[in-house]
Protein backbone atom coordinates (compact mmCIF):
# COMPACT_ATOMS: atom_id res chain seq x y z
CA UNK A 1 0.00 0.00 0.00
CA UNK A 2 1.18 3.62 -0.74
CA UNK A 3 1.97 5.93 2.13
CA UNK A 4 -0.14 8.78 0.66
CA UNK A 5 -3.17 5.70 0.80
CA UNK A 6 -2.08 4.72 4.57
CA UNK A 7 -2.27 8.56 5.69
CA UNK A 8 -4.43 8.77 8.64
CA UNK A 9 -7.80 11.66 7.77
CA UNK A 10 -6.27 14.46 10.40
CA UNK A 11 -7.85 17.46 8.42
CA UNK A 12 -10.51 18.65 6.78
CA UNK A 13 -11.19 21.87 4.65
CA UNK A 14 -14.44 23.15 4.09
CA UNK A 15 -14.30 26.05 1.36
CA UNK A 16 -17.03 28.21 1.25
CA UNK A 17 -19.48 29.42 4.14
CA UNK A 18 -23.59 30.14 4.37
CA UNK A 19 -25.59 27.65 5.74
CA UNK A 20 -24.07 24.88 3.51
CA UNK A 21 -20.80 25.26 5.18
CA UNK A 22 -21.43 26.38 8.63
CA UNK A 23 -24.13 23.09 8.95
CA UNK A 24 -21.43 20.69 7.76
CA UNK A 25 -18.75 22.42 9.84
CA UNK A 26 -20.65 22.18 12.69
CA UNK A 27 -21.74 18.41 12.20
CA UNK A 28 -17.94 17.23 11.73
CA UNK A 29 -16.94 19.60 14.77
CA UNK A 30 -19.48 18.40 17.03
CA UNK A 31 -18.82 14.60 16.91
CA UNK A 32 -14.90 14.19 16.35
CA UNK A 33 -14.09 17.20 19.16
CA UNK A 34 -9.82 17.94 19.10
CA UNK A 35 -9.60 14.87 17.19
CA UNK A 36 -10.03 16.10 13.64
CA UNK A 37 -8.78 19.49 12.51
CA UNK A 38 -11.36 21.66 10.91
CA UNK A 39 -11.21 24.83 9.17
CA UNK A 40 -13.36 26.39 7.36
CA UNK A 41 -12.21 29.47 4.21
CA UNK A 42 -14.82 31.73 2.70
CA UNK A 43 -14.48 35.26 1.61
CA UNK A 44 -16.99 37.00 4.15
CA UNK A 45 -17.14 40.03 2.06
CA UNK A 46 -18.43 38.10 -0.48
CA UNK A 47 -21.62 36.91 1.20
CA UNK A 48 -23.98 34.44 0.25
CA UNK A 49 -27.15 33.82 -1.79
CA UNK A 50 -29.20 33.03 1.13
CA UNK A 51 -31.20 30.17 -0.47
CA UNK A 52 -33.83 28.07 1.81
CA UNK A 53 -36.11 29.48 4.05
CA UNK A 54 -37.79 26.90 4.48
CA UNK A 55 -36.24 23.54 6.58
CA UNK A 56 -37.52 19.88 7.26
CA UNK A 57 -38.11 18.12 10.78
CA UNK A 58 -34.68 16.70 10.42
CA UNK A 59 -33.28 20.70 11.56
CA UNK A 60 -34.55 19.95 14.82
CA UNK A 61 -31.81 16.81 15.36
CA UNK A 62 -29.29 18.83 13.80
CA UNK A 63 -29.00 22.11 15.69
CA UNK A 64 -29.36 19.63 18.84
CA UNK A 65 -26.63 17.60 17.61
CA UNK A 66 -24.49 20.91 16.93
CA UNK A 67 -25.53 21.97 20.48
CA UNK A 68 -27.79 25.21 19.81
CA UNK A 69 -30.75 25.79 22.34
CA UNK A 70 -33.70 26.08 20.12
CA UNK A 71 -34.57 29.07 22.07
CA UNK A 72 -31.54 31.17 20.56
CA UNK A 73 -31.91 29.91 16.68
CA UNK A 74 -35.22 30.73 16.97
CA UNK A 75 -34.64 34.24 18.18
CA UNK A 76 -31.45 34.56 16.17
CA UNK A 77 -32.68 33.85 13.01
CA UNK A 78 -36.08 35.16 13.37
CA UNK A 79 -37.86 31.59 13.06
CA UNK A 80 -41.25 30.34 12.90
CA UNK A 81 -42.60 27.27 12.84
CA UNK A 82 -43.77 25.29 9.63
CA UNK A 83 -46.19 22.39 9.69
CA UNK A 84 -45.75 21.13 6.00
CA UNK A 85 -47.13 23.09 3.02
CA UNK A 86 -50.27 24.41 1.74
CA UNK A 87 -50.60 24.22 -2.58
CA UNK A 88 -52.75 26.89 -3.38
CA UNK A 89 -54.46 26.60 -7.19
CA UNK A 90 -52.51 23.74 -8.53
CA UNK A 91 -55.42 21.46 -9.56
CA UNK A 92 -57.88 23.29 -11.20
CA UNK A 93 -56.61 26.83 -10.82
CA UNK A 94 -60.05 27.96 -9.44
CA UNK A 95 -60.19 30.40 -6.40
CA UNK A 96 -61.09 27.32 -2.90
CA UNK A 97 -58.24 24.69 -4.89
CA UNK A 98 -55.82 23.63 -2.05
CA UNK A 99 -54.79 20.51 -0.61
CA UNK A 100 -51.79 19.96 2.09
CA UNK A 101 -48.71 18.25 1.97
CA UNK A 102 -48.80 17.98 6.09
CA UNK A 103 -45.79 17.03 8.52
CA UNK A 104 -47.59 14.73 10.77
CA UNK A 105 -48.47 10.99 9.38
CA UNK A 106 -52.00 9.91 8.86
CA UNK A 107 -53.53 8.68 12.15
CA UNK A 108 -52.39 5.16 12.65
CA UNK A 109 -49.98 4.90 9.80
CA UNK A 110 -48.50 2.54 8.51
CA UNK A 111 -49.97 -0.07 10.64
CA UNK A 112 -53.32 1.26 9.81
CA UNK A 113 -53.75 2.43 6.02
CA UNK A 114 -56.13 4.91 5.71
CA UNK A 115 -56.46 5.52 2.02
CA UNK A 116 -58.48 2.84 1.09
CA UNK A 117 -60.78 3.40 3.15
CA UNK A 118 -61.00 7.64 2.18
CA UNK A 119 -61.07 6.50 -1.13
CA UNK A 120 -64.11 4.45 -0.73
CA UNK A 121 -66.01 7.02 0.92
CA UNK A 122 -64.84 9.24 -1.88
CA UNK A 123 -66.23 7.25 -4.57
CA UNK A 124 -69.54 6.42 -3.25
CA UNK A 125 -69.75 10.23 -2.92
CA UNK A 126 -69.15 11.04 -6.29
CA UNK A 127 -71.46 8.24 -7.66
CA UNK A 128 -74.32 9.60 -5.44
CA UNK A 129 -73.07 13.39 -6.44
CA UNK A 130 -72.54 14.27 -2.75
CA UNK A 131 -70.35 17.24 -1.85
CA UNK A 132 -68.67 18.29 1.12
CA UNK A 133 -66.11 15.41 1.77
CA UNK A 134 -62.86 16.43 3.85
CA UNK A 135 -59.93 16.28 2.28
CA UNK A 136 -57.49 13.13 2.63
CA UNK A 137 -55.84 15.36 4.79
CA UNK A 138 -58.36 16.66 6.90
CA UNK A 139 -59.98 13.50 7.66
CA UNK A 140 -56.42 11.68 8.07
CA UNK A 141 -54.79 14.08 10.02
CA UNK A 142 -55.21 16.97 12.32
CA UNK A 143 -52.31 19.01 11.09
CA UNK A 144 -54.48 20.87 8.14
CA UNK A 145 -56.79 22.02 11.18
CA UNK A 146 -54.12 23.84 12.96
CA UNK A 147 -52.52 25.03 10.14
CA UNK A 148 -55.49 26.67 8.81
CA UNK A 149 -56.19 28.83 12.02
CA UNK A 150 -52.66 29.93 12.19
CA UNK A 151 -51.45 27.56 14.83
CA UNK A 152 -48.37 26.72 16.79
CA UNK A 153 -47.17 22.99 16.68
CA UNK A 154 -46.34 23.16 20.59
CA UNK A 155 -46.25 24.91 23.91
CA UNK A 156 -44.23 27.23 25.62
CA UNK A 157 -43.99 24.46 28.21
CA UNK A 158 -42.39 22.08 25.41
CA UNK A 159 -39.12 21.62 25.63
CA UNK A 160 -36.34 22.33 23.21
CA UNK A 161 -36.95 20.54 19.74
CA UNK A 162 -40.06 18.36 21.17
CA UNK A 163 -43.92 19.26 20.51
CA UNK A 164 -47.84 18.31 20.21
CA UNK A 165 -47.27 18.23 15.86
CA UNK A 166 -44.18 17.35 13.93
CA UNK A 167 -42.80 20.63 13.11
CA UNK A 168 -40.15 22.19 11.04
CA UNK A 169 -38.78 25.81 10.38
CA UNK A 170 -39.25 29.07 8.40
CA UNK A 171 -36.09 30.94 8.56
CA UNK A 172 -33.81 33.44 7.84
CA UNK A 173 -31.21 31.44 6.20
CA UNK A 174 -28.55 34.41 6.02
CA UNK A 175 -28.63 34.97 9.74
CA UNK A 176 -28.45 30.98 10.36
CA UNK A 177 -25.10 31.31 8.64
CA UNK A 178 -23.92 33.68 11.02
CA UNK A 179 -25.35 32.00 14.00
CA UNK A 180 -23.53 28.75 13.07
CA UNK A 181 -20.59 30.70 12.48
CA UNK A 182 -20.34 32.19 15.55
CA UNK A 183 -21.07 28.41 17.30
CA UNK A 184 -18.49 26.82 15.44
CA UNK A 185 -15.91 29.31 15.66
CA UNK A 186 -16.55 29.82 19.40
CA UNK A 187 -17.51 26.76 21.38
CA UNK A 188 -16.73 23.90 18.72
CA UNK A 189 -12.99 25.20 17.70
CA UNK A 190 -13.64 25.53 13.93
CA UNK A 191 -10.77 27.08 12.45
CA UNK A 192 -12.00 30.57 10.33
CA UNK A 193 -10.33 31.46 7.56
CA UNK A 194 -11.37 34.75 5.54
CA UNK A 195 -9.89 35.03 2.32
CA UNK A 196 -10.46 34.62 -1.61
CA UNK A 197 -9.48 31.31 -2.93
CA UNK A 198 -7.69 31.90 -6.01
CA UNK A 199 -6.64 27.95 -7.26
CA UNK A 200 -5.65 24.62 -6.07
CA UNK A 201 -2.51 22.84 -6.23
CA UNK A 202 -2.55 18.59 -7.02
CA UNK A 203 -1.26 15.83 -5.71
CA UNK A 204 0.27 12.71 -7.84
CA UNK A 205 -2.87 10.78 -7.30
CA UNK A 206 -5.21 13.29 -8.53
CA UNK A 207 -6.02 14.42 -5.04
CA UNK A 208 -6.60 18.08 -4.28
CA UNK A 209 -3.15 18.46 -2.19
CA UNK A 210 -4.40 22.71 -1.32
CA UNK A 211 -6.38 25.65 -1.83
CA UNK A 212 -4.44 28.41 -2.53
CA UNK A 213 -5.40 31.67 -0.20
CA UNK A 214 -4.78 35.13 -1.78
CA UNK A 215 -3.55 36.33 1.53
CA UNK A 216 -2.85 32.88 3.45
CA UNK A 217 -1.52 30.95 0.72
CA UNK A 218 -1.35 27.42 0.40
CA UNK A 219 -4.11 25.78 3.02
CA UNK A 220 -3.44 21.52 3.17
CA UNK A 221 -5.93 19.19 4.59
CA UNK A 222 -6.82 15.66 4.18
CA UNK A 223 -10.44 16.20 3.00
CA UNK A 224 -11.70 18.90 1.29
CA UNK A 225 -15.53 20.03 0.66
CA UNK A 226 -16.48 21.97 -1.41
CA UNK A 227 -19.36 24.46 -0.32
CA UNK A 228 -18.83 27.55 -2.81
CA UNK A 229 -22.10 27.61 -4.54
CA UNK A 230 -23.47 27.09 -8.04
CA UNK A 231 -19.78 27.88 -9.49
CA UNK A 232 -18.60 24.37 -7.42
CA UNK A 233 -15.19 25.57 -7.19
CA UNK A 234 -13.35 22.68 -6.36
CA UNK A 235 -15.64 19.27 -7.53
CA UNK A 236 -16.71 21.41 -11.03
CA UNK A 237 -13.73 23.20 -11.93
CA UNK A 238 -10.67 21.46 -10.23
CA UNK A 239 -11.77 17.96 -10.47
CA UNK A 240 -13.55 18.38 -13.79
CA UNK A 241 -16.61 16.39 -12.90
CA UNK A 242 -19.78 17.26 -14.71
CA UNK A 243 -22.95 19.13 -14.34
CA UNK A 244 -26.49 16.89 -15.28
CA UNK A 245 -29.29 19.43 -16.18
CA UNK A 246 -32.18 17.59 -15.00
CA UNK A 247 -34.37 20.36 -16.82
CA UNK A 248 -35.67 18.05 -19.79
CA UNK A 249 -38.12 16.68 -16.29
CA UNK A 250 -38.30 19.87 -13.82
CA UNK A 251 -39.15 23.02 -16.15
CA UNK A 252 -38.11 25.89 -13.38
CA UNK A 253 -35.31 28.02 -14.00
CA UNK A 254 -35.75 31.48 -12.65
CA UNK A 255 -36.78 33.09 -9.30
CA UNK A 256 -38.16 36.36 -8.83
CA UNK A 257 -38.01 36.96 -4.88
CA UNK A 258 -39.22 40.00 -2.56
CA UNK A 259 -39.48 40.78 0.96
CA UNK A 260 -42.47 42.03 2.61
CA UNK A 261 -42.54 43.66 6.19
CA UNK A 262 -45.19 42.79 7.81
CA UNK A 263 -47.16 44.63 10.92
CA UNK A 264 -45.53 43.32 14.44
CA UNK A 265 -49.25 41.68 15.20
CA UNK A 266 -49.88 39.80 11.88
CA UNK A 267 -50.64 36.43 11.52
CA UNK A 268 -47.98 34.26 11.29
CA UNK A 269 -48.81 31.29 8.83
CA UNK A 270 -48.00 27.78 10.41
CA UNK A 271 -47.16 26.51 6.41
CA UNK A 272 -44.83 27.51 3.42
CA UNK A 273 -47.99 28.65 0.58
CA UNK A 274 -47.09 27.34 -2.85
CA UNK A 275 -49.09 29.31 -5.32
CA UNK A 276 -49.71 28.49 -8.83
CA UNK A 277 -49.46 30.50 -11.58
CA UNK A 278 -49.94 30.79 -14.72
CA UNK A 279 -45.61 29.90 -15.42
CA UNK A 280 -44.90 28.45 -12.27
CA UNK A 281 -45.59 29.28 -9.06
CA UNK A 282 -45.09 31.41 -5.71
CA UNK A 283 -43.95 30.70 -2.71
CA UNK A 284 -44.69 32.49 0.67
CA UNK A 285 -42.75 31.92 4.06
CA UNK A 286 -43.88 33.89 7.30
CA UNK A 287 -41.68 35.28 9.54
CA UNK A 288 -41.90 37.41 12.91
CA UNK A 289 -41.12 40.77 10.74
CA UNK A 290 -41.71 39.76 7.20
CA UNK A 291 -42.89 37.45 4.45
CA UNK A 292 -40.75 36.18 2.26
CA UNK A 293 -42.37 35.91 -1.17
CA UNK A 294 -41.42 35.01 -4.91
CA UNK A 295 -42.14 33.68 -8.05
CA UNK A 296 -40.48 30.69 -9.57
CA UNK A 297 -40.97 30.32 -13.33
CA UNK A 298 -39.72 28.66 -16.39
CA UNK A 299 -38.03 31.34 -19.03
CA UNK A 300 -38.66 28.82 -21.86
CA UNK A 301 -42.50 29.50 -21.06
CA UNK A 302 -42.60 33.15 -19.88
CA UNK A 303 -40.15 36.26 -19.55
CA UNK A 304 -39.87 38.27 -16.73
CA UNK A 305 -41.89 41.19 -17.68
CA UNK A 306 -44.96 38.86 -17.72
CA UNK A 307 -43.37 37.10 -14.37
CA UNK A 308 -43.23 40.48 -12.62
CA UNK A 309 -47.10 41.58 -13.28
CA UNK A 310 -48.28 38.60 -11.58
CA UNK A 311 -46.10 38.50 -8.65
CA UNK A 312 -47.16 42.30 -8.01
CA UNK A 313 -50.90 41.59 -8.05
CA UNK A 314 -50.08 38.61 -5.58
CA UNK A 315 -48.12 40.97 -3.50
CA UNK A 316 -50.68 43.87 -3.71
CA UNK A 317 -49.84 47.58 -3.82
CA UNK A 318 -46.65 47.29 -1.27
CA UNK A 319 -44.94 45.57 -4.31
CA UNK A 320 -44.44 48.96 -5.62
CA UNK A 321 -42.00 49.43 -2.82
CA UNK A 322 -39.93 46.54 -2.91
CA UNK A 323 -36.81 45.43 -5.06
CA UNK A 324 -37.10 42.04 -6.54
CA UNK A 325 -34.21 39.85 -7.08
CA UNK A 326 -33.64 37.62 -9.83
CA UNK A 327 -32.16 34.10 -9.52
CA UNK A 328 -31.10 31.72 -11.57
CA UNK A 329 -31.30 28.27 -10.93
CA UNK A 330 -29.93 25.47 -13.04
CA UNK A 331 -31.95 22.86 -12.60
CA UNK A 332 -29.73 19.60 -11.40
CA UNK A 333 -26.76 18.22 -9.63
CA UNK A 334 -23.38 17.10 -10.48
CA UNK A 335 -22.49 13.92 -11.83
CA UNK A 336 -21.00 12.26 -8.93
CA UNK A 337 -20.66 14.24 -5.41
CA UNK A 338 -17.13 12.80 -3.92
CA UNK A 339 -14.03 12.12 -6.24
CA UNK A 340 -11.25 11.51 -5.14
CA UNK A 341 -10.77 13.59 -1.63
CA UNK A 342 -13.10 16.19 -2.43
CA UNK A 343 -17.25 16.27 -1.67
CA UNK A 344 -19.05 18.70 -2.73
CA UNK A 345 -21.93 19.79 -0.12
CA UNK A 346 -25.12 22.19 -1.06
CA UNK A 347 -25.18 24.69 -4.06
CA UNK A 348 -21.68 22.70 -5.28
CA UNK A 349 -23.58 19.42 -5.13
CA UNK A 350 -27.02 20.76 -7.12
CA UNK A 351 -30.24 22.37 -6.98
CA UNK A 352 -33.62 21.91 -7.87
CA UNK A 353 -36.53 24.43 -7.49
CA UNK A 354 -37.42 25.01 -4.05
CA UNK A 355 -40.96 22.96 -3.95
CA UNK A 356 -40.75 20.79 -1.13
CA UNK A 357 -37.55 22.56 0.49
CA UNK A 358 -34.45 20.09 -0.22
CA UNK A 359 -31.77 22.53 -0.36
CA UNK A 360 -31.50 22.30 3.62
CA UNK A 361 -32.13 18.71 4.17
CA UNK A 362 -30.05 17.83 1.29
CA UNK A 363 -26.76 19.77 3.28
CA UNK A 364 -28.02 18.14 6.48
CA UNK A 365 -28.09 14.89 5.28
CA UNK A 366 -24.35 14.75 3.42
CA UNK A 367 -22.89 16.57 6.49
CA UNK A 368 -24.24 13.54 8.81
CA UNK A 369 -23.07 11.17 6.93
CA UNK A 370 -19.63 12.60 6.20
CA UNK A 371 -19.39 13.61 9.99
CA UNK A 372 -20.20 9.79 10.73
CA UNK A 373 -18.82 7.79 8.15
CA UNK A 374 -15.34 9.98 7.77
CA UNK A 375 -12.87 7.77 6.58
CA UNK A 376 -9.66 6.98 9.01
CA UNK A 377 -7.52 6.75 6.31
CA UNK A 378 -6.92 8.00 2.55
CA UNK A 379 -7.27 4.36 1.85
CA UNK A 380 -10.78 4.12 3.29
CA UNK A 381 -11.73 7.17 1.46
CA UNK A 382 -12.64 5.54 -2.00
CA UNK A 383 -15.26 2.98 -0.83
CA UNK A 384 -16.63 5.44 1.58
CA UNK A 385 -16.75 7.95 -1.43
CA UNK A 386 -18.73 5.24 -3.43
CA UNK A 387 -21.26 4.69 -0.82
CA UNK A 388 -21.78 8.10 -0.72
CA UNK A 389 -22.23 8.37 -4.27
CA UNK A 390 -24.90 5.90 -4.55
CA UNK A 391 -26.78 7.29 -1.72
CA UNK A 392 -26.93 10.65 -2.65
CA UNK A 393 -27.39 10.10 -6.49
CA UNK A 394 -30.64 7.82 -5.04
CA UNK A 395 -31.88 10.78 -2.92
CA UNK A 396 -31.96 13.07 -6.12
CA UNK A 397 -33.63 10.83 -8.49
CA UNK A 398 -36.06 10.53 -5.88
CA UNK A 399 -36.72 13.97 -4.97
CA UNK A 400 -37.05 14.59 -8.49
CA UNK A 401 -40.05 12.69 -9.43
CA UNK A 402 -41.60 13.35 -5.88
CA UNK A 403 -41.70 16.95 -7.35
CA UNK A 404 -42.57 16.61 -11.21
CA UNK A 405 -45.57 14.19 -9.20
CA UNK A 406 -47.07 17.72 -8.30
CA UNK A 407 -47.17 18.84 -12.15
CA UNK A 408 -48.06 15.38 -13.87
CA UNK A 409 -51.49 15.32 -11.64
CA UNK A 410 -52.45 18.79 -12.71
CA UNK A 411 -55.36 19.82 -14.90
CA UNK A 412 -54.71 22.98 -15.47
CA UNK A 413 -54.89 23.66 -18.69
CA UNK A 414 -54.75 27.33 -19.01
CA UNK A 415 -51.10 27.82 -20.58
CA UNK A 416 -48.03 25.91 -21.94
CA UNK A 417 -46.19 25.17 -19.10
CA UNK A 418 -49.01 23.46 -17.44
CA UNK A 419 -49.47 21.10 -20.61
CA UNK A 420 -46.34 20.95 -21.28
CA UNK A 421 -45.39 19.30 -17.30
CA UNK A 422 -47.86 16.92 -18.31
CA UNK A 423 -45.88 15.56 -21.90
CA UNK A 424 -45.14 11.77 -21.18
CA UNK A 425 -41.28 12.43 -22.26
CA UNK A 426 -40.88 14.86 -19.38
CA UNK A 427 -42.75 12.17 -16.88
CA UNK A 428 -39.55 10.01 -15.72
CA UNK A 429 -40.37 6.14 -15.94
CA UNK A 430 -40.08 5.38 -12.45
CA UNK A 431 -43.24 7.73 -11.64
CA UNK A 432 -45.19 6.72 -14.81
CA UNK A 433 -44.65 3.02 -13.29
CA UNK A 434 -45.94 3.77 -9.65
CA UNK A 435 -48.63 5.88 -10.44
CA UNK A 436 -50.10 3.18 -12.81
CA UNK A 437 -50.20 0.42 -10.02
CA UNK A 438 -51.71 3.44 -7.83
CA UNK A 439 -54.35 3.24 -9.94
CA UNK A 440 -55.37 -0.10 -7.93
CA UNK A 441 -53.20 -0.03 -4.17
CA UNK A 442 -52.77 3.27 -2.82
CA UNK A 443 -48.90 3.98 -1.89
CA UNK A 444 -47.37 1.92 0.88
CA UNK A 445 -44.11 1.22 2.57
CA UNK A 446 -43.66 -1.51 0.60
CA UNK A 447 -43.20 0.91 -2.76
CA UNK A 448 -40.43 2.64 -0.75
CA UNK A 449 -37.98 0.11 0.49
CA UNK A 450 -34.44 1.78 0.88
CA UNK A 451 -33.46 2.92 3.67
CA UNK A 452 -32.40 6.39 1.89
CA UNK A 453 -35.80 7.74 0.77
CA UNK A 454 -36.36 10.88 0.66
CA UNK A 455 -40.50 10.68 1.51
CA UNK A 456 -42.28 8.46 3.02
CA UNK A 457 -45.48 6.68 1.33
CA UNK A 458 -47.86 9.05 3.25
CA UNK A 459 -46.54 11.69 1.94
CA UNK A 460 -47.00 10.35 -1.95
CA UNK A 461 -50.53 10.00 -0.96
CA UNK A 462 -51.47 13.76 0.36
CA UNK A 463 -50.40 14.71 -2.65
CA UNK A 464 -51.68 12.51 -4.81
CA UNK A 465 -55.24 12.41 -3.32
CA UNK A 466 -55.28 16.36 -2.46
CA UNK A 467 -54.49 16.85 -6.41
CA UNK A 468 -57.62 14.44 -7.68
CA UNK A 469 -56.02 11.04 -7.60
CA UNK A 470 -58.31 8.31 -6.75
CA UNK A 471 -57.03 4.54 -6.01
CA UNK A 472 -60.02 2.22 -7.62
CA UNK A 473 -60.50 0.36 -3.86
CA UNK A 474 -61.50 -3.26 -3.91
CA UNK A 475 -63.42 -5.22 -0.78
CA UNK A 476 -60.34 -7.15 0.22
CA UNK A 477 -58.75 -4.34 0.40
CA UNK A 478 -61.77 -2.49 4.04
CA UNK A 479 -60.87 -5.54 5.90
CA UNK A 480 -60.28 -3.09 8.48
CA UNK A 481 -63.51 -1.06 8.63
CA UNK A 482 -64.20 -0.82 12.49
CA UNK A 483 -60.16 0.14 13.13
CA UNK A 484 -60.20 2.63 10.45
CA UNK A 485 -63.44 4.10 11.70
CA UNK A 486 -62.32 4.64 15.11
CA UNK A 487 -59.01 6.45 13.46
CA UNK A 488 -61.21 8.91 11.74
CA UNK A 489 -62.93 9.58 14.81
CA UNK A 490 -59.59 9.91 17.08
CA UNK A 491 -58.48 12.05 14.26
CA UNK A 492 -61.49 14.47 14.72
CA UNK A 493 -61.23 14.09 18.40
CA UNK A 494 -57.64 15.68 17.96
CA UNK A 495 -58.53 18.42 16.67
CA UNK A 496 -61.05 19.55 18.93
CA UNK A 497 -58.49 19.20 21.67
CA UNK A 498 -56.03 21.10 20.48
CA UNK A 499 -58.33 23.83 19.04
CA UNK A 500 -58.73 25.17 22.73
CA UNK A 501 -55.06 24.15 23.54
CA UNK A 502 -52.76 25.56 21.18
CA UNK A 503 -51.41 29.32 20.89
CA UNK A 504 -51.19 30.68 17.61
CA UNK A 505 -47.69 30.93 15.47
CA UNK A 506 -47.83 35.01 16.99
CA UNK A 507 -48.39 34.33 20.08
CA UNK A 508 -45.19 31.68 20.99
CA UNK A 509 -43.30 33.31 19.44
CA UNK A 510 -44.37 36.96 21.31
CA UNK A 511 -43.69 34.65 24.14
CA UNK A 512 -40.30 32.97 22.97
CA UNK A 513 -39.22 36.58 22.36
CA UNK A 514 -39.46 36.71 26.53
CA UNK A 515 -38.58 33.29 27.91
CA UNK A 516 -37.07 30.21 27.03
CA UNK A 517 -38.09 26.68 26.23
CA UNK A 518 -37.05 24.33 28.81
CA UNK A 519 -34.14 22.03 27.91
CA UNK A 520 -34.85 18.85 27.10
Not at 29 to 47: F, I, M, N, Y
Not at 66 to 73: L, P, Q, S
Not at 152 to 179: F, Q, R, T, W
Request: glycine content about 8%; proline content about 5%; aromatic content about 10%.
Amino acid sequence: MPASAAREIASVCIVGGGSAGWLTAGLIAARHGPDLKVTLVESVSRGTIGVGEGTWPTMRNTLRKIGIAETDFMRFCHASFKQGAKFARWRTGAPDDFYYHPLVLPEGFPDLDLAPYWNAEAQAASAGGRNGLPSFSDAVCFQEFLCERDLAPKLMSSPDYAGIANYAYHLDAVKLGELLSAHCTGKLGVHHIDDEIDGVTRADNGDIAAVIGRRSGAIAADLFIDCTGFASRLLGEALDVPFVDRSDVLFIDRALAVQLPVEADSPIASQTISTAQKHGWIWDIGLPTRRGIGYVWSSRHAGADRVEEELAAYVGPDFDKLSPREITIRSGHRETFWKNNVVAVGLAAGFLEPLEASALVLIELSADYIATSMPATRASMDFVARRFNTMTRYRWDRIIEFLKLHYVLSERDDTAFWRDNRDPATIPQELQDQLELWRDTPPGEHDFSSAHEMFPAASYQYVLYGMGFRTRVGAGQLAKADMAEDAFAQNAATKRRLAGMMPTNRALLDKLAQHRFPPL
